[in-house]
């Protein structure tokens, strides 16, 4: 992306009037990704203007119906047309990456075909190679910036994510280990409500992924409809807390649109090409930070935060430190989310845990913030109400005595 590129794009986002989708779209993958990033912002943007971004995750443009076979053609395993009795040209949803199909075997079970659009990758890694070069010149003027919000890090954890999931044989190989994670932890955490779709691997390459049709509701979906309930939502919690806190293994872009509620209640994690596995330190010091905050224990969570810096902190700037928090966090626990979101709040935390304690959160820590941020707008959208730590303390409980905590993840 070039610099006057950003410029126009940044304008888009920050302006009082809604964004237009369409020129966004019409600059490519990473633009739309960043616009992504955004629509969780709500500590930077309007939330109405959030929940326009947020179109980008499953209204995306679709590849024009003429092409779509003649995409599926050249980049499908040989024979492929073969095992259909027919597929639908207009597509079911049309993300940023690719478009979805529904179709069905000359089996009779009924599917979806995702296809890759053929001229992302070219133009995304064009993109970020591109914006990487500026932005290190830039960060020279402004090295501050580096450790706040570092925006090169933040590039490097899109293109990172992305990449993986332009192939799409990593959805089938991310299912499969949270899927491992999952029976494994079974005994003593089980998550009876958690499923994955059935992929068919012998008509699935990197371009072309074939999976069952899921019936059901995406949570955008019951966001819309305006039908999702907060036992659903703690639920949702507790399954996608576990691998966020328990395991520190996740699915890394669970946005409403990747989530299904089945016929029979369960969560379906679809998309799961891009899961993410969180450093031991930094997903402790997370969890031990969210386990004394839901206690309203403030003083212990502060000071949770400072293993994520590797310096001893002077005690002139640890007091410095602690008093910023506590300014932060004044009234924290009376507040919903509707008069102060995570979003808002986890911002504030980080800029004064990086200036005043010199904690680093860089790409480690980055996807699970933005898992909180997914989590923080689903809130927002459907219960601003609740008072959320509050309500994830049994849960913080119950990964702290069901998961292999001092791990920090499942071996096989």
């Not at 899927?179 to 932890?185: D, G």
């Not at 691997?201 to 949570?219: A, Y």
């Not at 932060?328 to 986890?346: A, C, N, P, R, W």
């Not at 923080?376 to 219960?383: A, E, K, M, N, Q």
Request: with cysteine; proline share 4%.
């Amino acid at each position: 992306m070039r610099v006057i590129t950003f410029i126009r794009f940044m304008r888009q986002i920050l302006k009082s009037s809604p964004a237009d989708l369409d020129w966004i779209q019409s600059q490519g993958l990473l633009a739309v990704k960043l616009a992504q990033i955004f629509a969780l912002r709500s500590d930077l943007i309007p939330v109405e203007k959030c929940r326009q971004l947020q179109q980008l995750y499953q209204h995306a443009a679709s590849i024009p119906s003429e092409d779509v076979f003649r995409n599926i053609e050249q980049r499908a395993p040989e024979g492929f047309m073969d095992a259909f009795r027919e597929i639908d040209e207009i597509p079911l949803a049309a993300a940023s990456v690719g478009q979805v199909h529904r179709a069905t075997l000359k089996t009779g079970q009924e599917v979806v075909i995702k296809v890759i659009k053929s001229q992302n990758e070219k133009t995304f890694r064009r993109d970020v190679n591109r914006m990487r070069r500026w932005l290190r010149v830039f960060l020279l003027f402004m090295p501050k910036l580096r450790k706040v919000g570092n925006p090169v890090a933040l590039l490097n954890h899109v293109a990172d994510y992305t990449t993986r999931e332009l192939d799409l044989r990593n959805e089938i190989k991310g299912a499969d280990e949270l899927l491992r994670i999952k029976e494994e932890v079974s005994d003593e955490f089980p998550m009876e409500l958690l499923r994955f779709p059935r992929y068919y691997h012998e008509l699935s390459n990197k371009d072309v992924l074939v999976s069952e049709f899921v019936r059901g509701d995406s949570l955008e979906d019951g966001i819309e409809a305006g039908s999702l309930s907060w036992a659903t939502l703690l639920e949702l919690f507790r399954i996608h807390g576990a691998y966020l806190f328990g395991i520190g293994t996740f699915h890394g872009d669970l946005h409403p649109g990747n989530c299904i509620i089945d016929e029979e209640g369960k969560f379906v994690f679809i998309d799961n090409g891009a899961i993410c596995h969180a450093p031991k330190h930094v997903n402790k010091s997370l969890f031990t930070f969210f386990r004394y905050l839901s206690d309203h224990d403030f003083e212990k969570a502060f000071r949770a935060l400072l293993d994520i810096s590797e310096k001893q902190l002077p005690h002139k700037d640890a007091v410095e430190y602690m008093s910023q928090m506590a300014i932060i966090y004044h009234d924290f626990e009376m507040k919903t989310v509707g008069e102060q979101s995570l979003t808002q709040i986890m911002m504030k935390t980080v800029r004064c845990a990086v200036e005043k304690a010199g904690a680093e959160f860089g790409e480690e820590a980055f996807p699970i913030i933005r898992a909180l941020m997914y989590l923080d707008g689903l809130v927002i959208r459907t219960h601003p109400q609740v008072r959320l730590i509050s309500s994830m303390g049994p849960y913080l409980d119950e990964f702290e005595r069901a998961l292999p905590m001092d791990n920090g993840a499942v071996v096989a």
